[in-house]
């Protein structure tokens, strides 16, 4: 079975500081990834996804993606963070062919001013 | 431009009382999925379905029953609830596709006493 594991449950960033969040996977073929963002009260909201050809991916709010896959890890960064990026990450995995989406249990990032 | 609506938001329930969650979409997506959030468990699916009249169990369905009689809308029901399903519960919906993008409400808060 899938699986998805984010080792950080909280990073703490300064304001301008780069961001780097892990992401681990367990899944036997090349997975679907993504990144979704959950600001406080809100549903979850797209970042990037990865499915095949360039393992670097670009999403939105200047967020990138980069798949390895001999580490089975899909790790978000950004290069310099804004208060406004404080929020909950979950990374997630979809089977090639299949219907269900699983979730990492998150990372919450706080920005410091 | 609705997209994913959930009802109700909030709702404090004893144990033992049944109540339903409604997720309805406007984006004539054939697939639609219930998760619960709890917190450091990241979102946990419950049930889903990949089109009318079509149900299919999840992650954690004990406990839960769904229904999707119309393709716009998926019901969640809890016939007994428990204090175990304290939790913030989110419907999703995507094209049907491994590939599509899900498409996230705004969660519905439940507490049971």
């Known amino acids: 079975a899938q699986s998805v594991t984010q080792p950080d449950i909280h990073i703490t960033v300064s304001e301008g500081a780069s961001l780097e969040l892990r992401c681990n996977y367990s899944?036997?073929?090349?997975?679907?990834l993504f990144w979704y963002v959950q600001s406080p009260g809100q549903g979850l909201q797209l970042l990037l996804k990865?499915?095949?050809?360039?393992?670097l991916v670009q999403g939105i709010k200047g967020f990138e993606a980069e798949f390895k896959r001999s580490q089975s890890s899909f790790n978000l960064r950004k290069p310099s963070v804004h208060w406004s990026d404080a929020a909950e990450y979950f990374c997630?995995?979809?089977?090639?062919?299949?219907?269900?989406?699983?979730f990492g249990g998150g990372t919450r990032v706080l920005v410091k001013p | 431009n609705a997209g994913v609506t959930q009802t109700p938001k909030f709702r404090v329930l004893k144990t033992g009382q049944s109540m339903t969650l409604l997720c309805a979409q406007d984006?004539?997506?054939?697939?639609m999925y219930w998760y619960r959030q709890d917190p450091g468990m990241g979102l946990r699916l419950i049930h889903y379905?990949?089109?009318?009249?079509?149900?299919a169990k999840g992650e954690v369905p004990d406990g839960y029953n769904v229904s999707r009689l119309k393709k716009q809308n998926f019901l969640l029901g809890l016939e007994s609830a428990a204090p175990s399903q304290t939790s913030v519960y989110f419907c999703?919906?995507?094209?049907?596709?491994?590939?599509?993008?899900?498409?996230f409400g705004e969660g519905s808060r439940l507490t049971v006493l």
């Open positions: 999703a919906s995507k094209r049907g596709s491994p590939t599509g993008e899900l498409f």
């Open positions: 899944y036997g073929a090349t997975p679907y």
């Open positions: 990865y499915f095949s050809g360039d393992t």
């Open positions: 997630a995995v979809n089977e090639a062919a299949g219907n269900k989406l699983t």
């Open positions: 984006m004539n997506h054939e697939y």
């Open positions: 379905s990949v089109g009318e009249g079509t149900t």
